[in-house]
C-alpha cells in the first residue's frame, strides 16, 4: 500500500502562484510514476502532470502546459506540483496520485490516492 497526503492548497488571486505537495509513505517505489489530478464542481477529474520517480520524465496537459512544473525531492518521497499564472478555471480540488504506468493519464491508471486539497483562484 501506498499512502499519498496533499498539502499546501488555499486561496490565491488570478495571476497569483501555489505549490502544492505530495507525501508518500508507505510500499513507495522508484518504479512508480506521480500524478496530479484536478476537479472542478460539476465537472470530471481531470489529469494535470506526471513525473517518473526514477528518471524526473514530466508529461503535462495542454491547460496547464508552461505554467504548472511537477518535480521530486531527491529523497523520493515527497512529489510537488508549482503553479504560476493561475486562472479562475484551475479552481478545483486537486489530487495526487501513484501508478506502476510509465505513460499513465487516465484516472484509471492510477491506484493510490491522496484526499485532495482545494486550490481557489479569484478573479
Known amino acids: 500500500q501506498v499512502q499519498l497526503v496533499e498539502s499546501g492548497g488555499g486561496l490565491v488571486q488570478a495571476g497569483g502562484s501555489l505549490r502544492l505537495s505530495c507525501a508518500a509513505s508507505g510500499r513507495t517505489s522508484s518504479d512508480y510514476v506521480m500524478g496530479w489530478f484536478r476537479q472542478a464542481p460539476g465537472k470530471e477529474r481531470e489529469f494535470v502532470a506526471r513525473i517518473g520517480w526514477m528518471y524526473g520524465f514530466t508529461y503535462y496537459a495542454d491547460s496547464v502546459k508552461g505554467r504548472f512544473t511537477i518535480s521530486r525531492n531527491n529523497a523520493g518521497n515527497t512529489g510537488y506540483l508549482k503553479m504560476n499564472s493561475l486562472k479562475p478555471e484551475d479552481t478545483a480540488v486537486y489530487y495526487c496520485?501513484?501508478?506502476?504506468?510509465?505513460?499513465?493519464?487516465?484516472?484509471?491508471?492510477?491506484?493510490?490516492w491522496g484526499q485532495g486539497t482545494q486550490v481557489t483562484v479569484s478573479s
Open positions: 496520485a501513484a501508478s506502476m504506468i510509465m505513460t499513465a493519464t487516465t484516472e484509471t491508471s492510477y491506484k493510490y
